[in-house]
């Protein structure tokens, strides 16, 4: 650690590690400076010159990015002078600019229409002819480019280069004729390409999964993880009309800094899925859930003498788990396992673990179903069916006594509930490196779709009077704190947007 | 520096040493600790050629003693200053010089390697150069243990290609590396963080050249010509509506520069008074004629509002509209810009889209203030001293020449 530095930002006094950019330390003063090519994670690059600065003592004012902080440094970032040549570097960037805000994708999240409000003169003083660069330009099945829109900040160079280590794109030509291109056959190959688009300030690099699909003022906007492996890669989700529109990473430097892997960025259909079941059926024939509930009640009553096996899904989350295990303990099953999807990882993000939860099913004591399963000898299957990537052979279900499953698809099974997807409830799971974080309810995608707690909750109620299921998430979380010491001094409030780990003894490696 | 250049053996090694070639080398190796050589120059005062006009054995002092790190010497030859064609008179006739003088200042700063970063439309200079390479490594004055003393510097050739921003001395680093031509943000300077983030000099041609002369004749010498911060002879090319364009070879502080332009060049060829000169290059101020009265030397014409910059003289008479030469040389940056940072990439076309307008009849009264305004906007915003090389000498044309400006936009076109 550098020895501190005692600086004075717009009269703020503020102590920062000596050498920390100016743009660091000044938002830890409270002050937002501007910046296009700077970002936190990747290289200085210094060429947007949009984060100027005044700093005492110094002739030229220097940019904000690539100045450390000095002990007694005295900043300005918005006095007359900064504010003059900010504004001459954003009507600079504008000059050549389409300004074609109404057909643009970013319109809404667009850096150059926040700092053009913020920081620009507000007149148009450029009349001569722009200059025209390429348009609709494919950078493969990901991302689309376009040329004029281009503020050549190079962040999505750096990126490929830096983090994915797929160092794909460079300039081409020069001067205010410099396009972006890409190597090869011009089709990007990282599979955390769709970062770029994240961290193009302006609306050079979309999505094609996204664009044209809605403007952002239309949606609303959910802080969740990602759940297409273990990592559990902080995301907002991005909705309109309760279905899934785009998923985006959010800032967690303990899990996935600031990026997340296109798989899981793109891994969402099944959430819009109109094929998913939204009622309970018995036989194949929907029926009302009241019913539903009571029939699966008096099945696993009936067959308990003669044994009941529990499969829990690693998509569930913690409060789902331990309403199942609650079921499990009234109903004495012995037998409880739980399925665990696994594929490749990486060293980056990619976990092999593809599921979001394995750890809180081993947590709620639900142990790894043998492979191949034995055949079965229970009497009832009450089966959560992972969404995807790992499930019960269909030979054992077809032994497997009286099946109760829960499913998004259409399953052969004695009663069978709809399963909810990850944007449609509020709860925890523990994600790699034993991690509690919160998945938040951002859709209704059936307004009479029953999501697994309650389902499991009211047969546990039928089931044994005296039960009283906890109502939100919050208080099913408040129970799993009286359970193992993993979970002991956890609360709702501490896990928080960001996540905890859980506490150490607890830890499932 | 040129007082054999018109010998064709001297671009030959027996011809470089019968005029005392490599014993200014021998003798520093020698006799020698390289901080001696760099005292020397420092004692001679001389200033870096290439136009910023740095002292050079201050530059070199910055290279950080006792690293771990390689240093590295680079030649700036990549000549691209309009109006400026000194250097390919050391590289084509007398190349050994430039050679020489570069392993001086490599055994200075310690750098075994040295680049010469030559322009790539300097086809002559490049095979000039490589030829006197092939000699002097052969004969044991490049590469290992030369002349015995322990002290190894390798030297190659990297020819350009094409833009003028290579010239800029972290942009020509990037090159050399393989990189885009692209200026680098300072701090780190390349004494401290340079070629390969190594410690690296970057030296222009003639420097070298003087550093030669230096290390052969003694710092007192140099020092005793020239003026006081122009010491020693300087190299400049004249070129424009001048009687006697060419490259000559001067010392500074003697004469003004309207002695210079009459005298030593033979006044206009035109016949027609002189409207402009511009002293350093197309990068600095024009002088107007009733500046010209000022003496000849660094200080003097800094002084004045311009600079020598790299050497390059160019007169205008006054058949000349200053619109037109302030439009060539907006033509020439905006086309050279390289893009990387945001006031000059745009800019620099800006300002010249808005001359070109004005040179073509269609400019309008306002456009004299969006002029000075977005060229002061440029100033001083950017990574490099390109947009400055703009800035300043389009600025001058309008302050000093603003009539022929509002007589572009009045009506009527110059172009």
């Given at each position: 650690m550098s020895a501190p530095a005692h600086l004075r930002i717009d009269g703020h006094a503020v102590t920062v590690p000596a050498g920390t950019n100016l743009i660091e330390a000044a938002r830890r003063a409270g002050v937002t400076v501007p910046h296009y090519c700077y970002h936190p994670r990747l290289s200085i690059a210094g060429n947007c010159r949009v984060c100027l600065v005044e700093v005492e003592g110094v002739g030229k004012l220097q940019i904000g990015c690539n100045t450390g902080a000095r002990d007694g440094m005295v900043v300005h970032t918005a006095n007359e002078r900064v504010k003059e040549a900010r504004g001459g570097v954003m009507e600079f960037l504008l000059?050549?600019?389409?300004?074609d805000c109404t057909i643009c994708d970013q319109a809404g999240e667009c850096k150059l229409q926040d700092y053009a409000v913020d920081h620009g003169t507000g007149v148009a003083r450029f009349e001569d002819g722009k200059v025209h660069k390429p348009k609709n330009v494919s950078w493969g099945e990901k991302v689309v480019f376009d040329s004029e829109r281009c503020i050549l900040c190079t962040r999505c160079v750096r990126f490929l280069d830096e983090v994915a280590g797929t160092p794909q794109v460079s300039i081409d030509e020069r001067g205010d004729r410099s396009t972006l291109i890409v190597g090869g056959d011009g089709a990007l190959t990282s599979p955390y390409q769709m970062n770029i688009i994240d961290i193009c300030p302006v609306g050079a690099l979309t999505s094609r999964d996204f664009r044209f699909k809605s403007r952002l003022w239309f949606m609303r906007f959910t802080e969740t993880i990602c759940t297409s492996c273990a990592r559990g890669c902080n995301v907002v989700a991005g909705s309109r009309n309760d279905r899934l529109l785009r998923m985006v990473p959010r800032e967690n430097p303990e899990v996935n800094d600031h990026w997340m892997c296109d798989h899981g960025r793109l891994h969402y259909a099944f959430v819009n899925d109109e094929a998913r079941i939204v009622t309970a059926k018995a036989a194949g024939r929907p029926l009302p859930y009241a019913a539903a509930i009571d029939q699966a009640a008096q099945l696993l009553e009936g067959a308990r003498a003669q044994g009941i096996l529990a499969v829990a899904s690693p998509f569930m989350t913690n409060e789902e788990l331990w309403a199942l295990k609650g079921l499990c303990d009234a109903l004495d099953v012995k037998d409880r396992w739980f399925l665990k999807p696994m594929g490749e990882g990486d060293d980056l993000l990619v976990h092999p673990e593809k599921c979001p939860n394995a750890r809180g099913a081993a947590l709620a004591g639900f142990v790894e179903a043998p492979a191949p399963p034995p055949t079965p000898t229970c009497g009832a299957l009450l089966y959560v069916a992972p969404r995807e990537g790992a499930a019960l052979p269909p030979e054992f279900l077809a032994q497997a006594g009286k099946r109760i499953v829960f499913s998004l698809r259409e399953q052969e099974a004695d009663l069978l509930f709809p399963l909810t997807t990850f944007l449609e409830k509020d709860g925890t799971v523990v994600s790699a490196g034993d991690r509690v974080q919160r998945l938040t309810k951002g859709i209704t995608f059936d307004r009479n779709l029953l999501a697994e707690r309650s389902v499991l909750d009211r047969i546990h109620a039928a089931l044994e009077p005296g039960f009283v299921a906890p109502e939100t998430a919050a208080q099913a979380f408040a129970r799993l704190a009286e359970g193992p010491a993993a979970f002991a001094d956890l609360t709702w409030a501490k896990v928080g947007a960001l996540g905890t780990p859980l506490a150490r003894e607890g830890a499932t490696a | 520096m040129l007082e054999h250049a018109g010998d064709p053996a001297q671009r030959t090694l027996e011809g470089y040493r019968r005029h005392g070639g490599y014993i200014a080398l021998e003798k520093a190796l020698r006799t020698m600790q390289p901080d001696a050589v760099t005292a020397e120059v420092l004692q001679s005062g001389l200033r870096g050629r290439g136009g910023a006009g740095f002292l050079t054995g201050k530059k070199w002092q910055f290279v950080p003693k006792g690293g771990s790190k390689p240093v590295y010497l680079c030649i700036n030859a990549d000549e691209s200053e309009p109006g400026t064609c000194k250097d390919r008179q050391i590289m084509e006739h007398d190349p050994h010089q430039m050679i020489e003088g570069a392993l001086l200042a490599a055994y200075a700063i310690g750098a075994g390697t040295c680049y010469?970063?030559?322009?790539?439309?300097?086809p002559h200079s490049i095979r000039a150069t490589e030829e006197a390479l092939v000699e002097a490594r052969a004969a044991g004055l490049v590469g290992r243990d030369i002349l015995g003393s322990g002290f190894s510097c390798e030297m190659w050739v990297h020819p350009g290609a094409?833009?003028?921003?290579?010239?800029e001395e972290t942009a020509l680093l990037s090159s050399l590396e393989g990189g885009r031509g692209y200026p680098r943000l300072k701090p780190p300077f390349p004494a401290v963080e340079g070629l390969w983030r190594c410690p690296t000099i970057v030296n222009n041609v003639e420097t070298l050249a003087c550093v030669t002369q230096i290390l052969r004749r003694g710092a007192a010498w140099f020092a005793g010509l020239g003026c006081a911060g122009s010491a020693g002879t300087r190299l400049f090319c004249v070129s424009g509506h001048v009687r006697r364009p060419g490259v000559y070879e001067f010392e500074c502080g003697k004469f003004t520069l309207r002695e210079l332009l009459e005298e030593f060049c033979g006044g206009t060829n035109t016949g027609r008074p002189i409207?402009?000169?511009?002293?350093?290059?197309?990068s600095f101020q024009v002088l107007s004629p009733a500046e010209l009265d000022v003496r000849f030397d660094a200080d003097s014409v800094a002084k004045a509002g311009s600079s020598l910059g790299s050497g390059g003289i160019m007169v205008f008479d006054d058949s000349v509209s200053a619109l037109d030469v302030a439009l060539n040389i907006a033509e020439f940056y905006s086309h050279e810009s390289c893009g990387q940072c945001t006031p000059c990439r745009e800019g620099s076309d800006w300002v010249k889209k808005i001359l070109l307008r004005m040179a073509r009849g269609r400019g309008t009264a306002g456009d004299l203030e969006l002029l000075w305004d977005v060229t002061r906007k440029m100033d001083g915003t950017t990574i490099c001293p390109l947009a400055e090389a703009l800035v300043w000498p389009v600025q001058s044309y309008l302050k000093k020449y603003r009539e022929d400006f509002e007589a572009a936009v009045r009506g009527g076109a110059t172009a």
């Open positions: 000059i050549n600019h389409p300004l | 010469v970063y030559i322009r790539g439309e300097y094409g833009a003028y921003i290579c010239g409207k402009g000169c511009m002293p350093g290059g197309s």
